[in-house]
């Protein structure tokens, strides 16, 4: 019997490319694709998926507040996400998905994922397990990172990161499809929000939160 499966991502091109994947693995039925916040909690009420594909950053709120909307409830969420970060890790994770796994992912990889979390099963990438360890163990300090970018919008944390990980401007346009002017908006944002003045403090920055 196959598990019914939602795709949440705000790319269509991305959501066609997950569903074409996984078209060929027989124990997974795609039932529906949801874009933001609001479609993925109306795909959820009408089609009572098994298992959600999560994006962790989406339009309305972000997949945690997919999962805080839907409450308690036999659907279970795997967040499947660009960033390996350990902040969304943990957060995805304590927000109440199952698991995380990037989108390195292949496609023989991810349906079994699927299935595992259907299973009841907890699944990670090896390294974003590490993340996880750490945090129950007390060497991430995730409140403080909690608070420092609280400060920032979703995108913001975007470029942010993308940034402090050393993309250009124009390499983060394109990786987040929108203007090299918007990137710099964004950017000047992220300094002044997090008290910093140069593309280097915000890399240091980013090292000792263990974000990138």
């Known amino acids: 019997m196959s598990t019914r499966v939602l795709i949440v991502d705000d790319h269509a091109m991305f959501r066609a490319g997950v569903r074409a994947e996984l078209s060929a693995a027989p124990t997974v039925e795609v039932v529906a694709e949801a874009e933001d916040v609001d479609t993925a909690v109306a795909a959820i009420a009408a089609h009572h998926p098994e298992v959600v594909l999560l994006d962790v950053h989406l339009p309305g709120g972000g997949g945690a507040e997919v999962m805080r909307r839907i409450g308690p409830s036999a659907t279970r969420f795997l967040a499947l996400s ?6 969304d890790v943990i957060g995805t994770i304590r927000a109440g998905a199952r698991g995380y796994v990037t989108k390195t992912i292949t496609g023989p990889e991810l349906a079994d994922a699927i299935g595992r979390v259907a299973g009841g099963d907890a699944v990670f990438s090896p390294r974003l397990a590490g993340f996880v360890l750490d945090a129950f163990a007390g060497t991430i300090e995730v409140a403080a990172v909690d608070e420092d970018l609280d400060r920032l919008t979703e995108r913001e944390r975007e470029v942010m990161r993308l940034i402090a990980r050393g993309y250009s401007y124009k390499e983060v346009a394109g990786e987040l499809f929108i203007s090299v002017k918007t990137v710099e908006t964004h950017m000047s944002a992220v300094l002044r ?9 915000l890399t240091r920055w980013a090292s000792d939160r263990r974000l990138l």
């Open 193 to 201: 929000k997090l008290q910093l003045s140069s593309r280097h403090e």
């Open 82 to 87: 660009v960033s390996d970060a350990a902040e």
